[in-house]
């Protein structure tokens, strides 16, 4: 049996010894609280972001917003992903094969209301409003088509099957007396359609982005272009008709044109499904419209997002963005 005094030496040997070896036990990092987040740290991310084809607008911005999205949200990387655009993303947002999406604003609420070209309602909300696309009515300078009315019979490179301007043709054809039916479309992507426009083997070529289009400029760099414009009579024909449509000027100088044009704008959305993490989206949301100025010194499309109608969308916002929104008030 120990004597008391060997007792207190084996008490204080042990208590020495769990001192020297919590002392040399590895340190657990502080995590810095995050807000909205209970003072716990956000797991690394990995989102995609649907844009459209490479000659159009909608890459390079998602690009944009994928540079501005990694440095003020450090758990987030985002990933640009090539696309059919406007008409396709929704569906991705629905499936889940992409987190968020870049479409128009009417295709956009199409989806949300499964109105036609969409079967069924889709499971996508709103960030917010982003720069307008202006849709691109672009010929030769030499070519003989005058008016949107002498496309009849042409062989037009209309864009990606899944892309914006297959929704809007009809509607600007429509004022003309024009249908689908009356043209030879080509299905190319917008820098492949511009450049069967260069070698003539289309006679028109349609885009729909914010200007400068990529897949203009590259045409008009080395080629005269003429832009064909949408009379008065008919675009008040399609305010009547399509509200959500606004009447856009292109300045002349942005394609070396004769004189300004005019066309057919409307505004794009980011959007995602509408169960996506709260806190993952106001920090997205955040981290865009609170830098609105670094997203445009990367992209000139994001130069025309109006700041103060970034909420006004035409579908709901995402409880996150809306939480953003009413913050900022």
């Given at each position: 049996?120990?004597?008391?005094?060997?007792?207190?030496?084996?008490?204080?040997?042990?208590?020495?010894a769990?001192?020297?070896?919590?002392?040399?036990?590895?340190?657990?990092?502080?995590q810095?609280?995050?807000?909205?987040d209970?003072?716990?740290?956000?797991?690394?991310?990995?989102?995609?972001?649907?844009?459209?084809?490479?000659?159009?607008?909608?890459?390079?911005?998602?690009?944009?917003?994928?540079?501005?999205?990694?440095?003020?949200?450090?758990?987030?990387?985002?990933?640009?992903?090539?696309?059919?655009?406007?008409?396709?993303?929704?569906?991705?947002?629905?499936?889940?094969?992409?987190?968020?999406?870049?479409?128009?604003?009417?295709?956009?609420?199409?989806?949300?209301?499964?109105?036609?070209?969409?079967?069924?309602?889709?499971?996508?909300?709103?960030?917010?409003?982003?720069?307008p696309?202006?849709?691109?009515?672009?010929?030769?300078?030499?070519?003989?088509?005058?008016?949107?009315?002498?496309?009849?019979?042409?062989?037009?490179?209309?864009?990606?099957?899944?892309?914006?301007?297959?929704?809007?043709?009809?509607?600007v054809?429509?004022?003309?007396?024009?249908?689908?039916?009356?043209?030879?479309?080509?299905?190319?992507?917008?820098?492949?359609?511009?450049?069967?426009?260069?070698?003539?083997?289309?006679?028109a070529?349609?885009?729909?982005?914010?200007?400068?289009?990529?897949?203009?400029?590259?045409?008009?760099?080395?080629?005269?272009?003429?832009?064909?414009?949408?009379?008065?009579?008919?675009?008040?024909?399609?305010?009547?008709?399509?509200?959500?449509?606004?009447?856009?000027?292109?300045?002349?100088?942005?394609?070396?044109?004769?004189?300004?044009?005019?066309?057919?704008?409307?505004?794009?959305?980011?959007?995602c499904?509408?169960?996506?993490?709260?806190?993952?989206?106001?920090?997205?949301?955040?981290?865009?419209?609170?830098h609105?100025?670094?997203?445009?010194?990367?992209?000139?499309?994001?130069?025309?997002?109006?700041?103060?109608?970034?909420?006004?969308?035409?579908?709901?916002?995402?409880p996150?963005?809306?939480?953003?929104?009413?913050?900022r008030?």
């Amino acid at each position: 049996m120990r004597s008391k005094k060997g007792l207190m030496v084996f008490v204080v040997i042990s208590l020495m010894a769990v001192l020297v070896l919590s002392s040399c036990a590895p340190k657990q990092p502080q995590q810095e609280p995050q807000e909205g987040d209970e003072g716990k740290q956000r797991e690394p991310v990995t989102v995609g972001i649907a844009t459209a084809t490479i000659g159009g607008a909608f890459y390079p911005v998602g690009q944009a917003i994928a540079s501005v999205v990694e440095k003020y949200v450090d758990y987030v990387a985002m990933t640009p992903e090539v696309t059919n655009g406007a008409v396709e993303n929704p569906r991705l947002i629905h499936s889940g094969d992409s987190e968020f999406g870049i479409t128009n604003a009417d295709v956009g609420f199409f989806a949300y209301n499964g109105m036609d070209p969409y079967e069924q309602k889709l499971d996508i909300v709103a960030l917010g409003n982003l720069h307008p696309s202006v849709f691109h009515i672009i010929v030769l300078d030499d070519s003989p088509i005058k008016d949107i009315t002498d496309l009849k019979g042409k062989k037009v490179a209309v864009g990606p099957a899944g892309g914006g301007t297959l929704n809007l043709l009809p509607v600007v054809f429509e004022q003309y007396g024009i249908t689908l039916d009356d043209i030879k479309p080509s299905y190319l992507p917008y820098t492949d359609g511009f450049q069967q426009l260069a070698d003539k083997n289309v006679d028109a070529a349609l885009a729909l982005g914010g200007y400068p289009a990529a897949a203009v400029l590259e045409v008009s760099a080395t080629q005269k272009v003429r832009f064909l414009s949408v009379g008065d009579e008919q675009f008040k024909g399609i305010m009547d008709k399509y509200p959500y449509y606004s009447k856009t000027i292109v300045p002349k100088d942005v394609y070396g044109l004769d004189e300004d044009a005019t066309a057919v704008g409307i505004k794009n959305l980011l959007v995602c499904k509408s169960d996506m993490d709260e806190e993952l989206v106001y920090d997205v949301t955040k981290a865009i419209y609170d830098h609105l100025d670094e997203l445009a010194a990367i992209n000139k499309n994001a130069a025309q997002i109006e700041d103060e109608t970034a909420g006004e969308t035409a579908i709901p916002l995402h409880p996150g963005a809306e939480r953003y929104f009413k913050e900022r008030k």
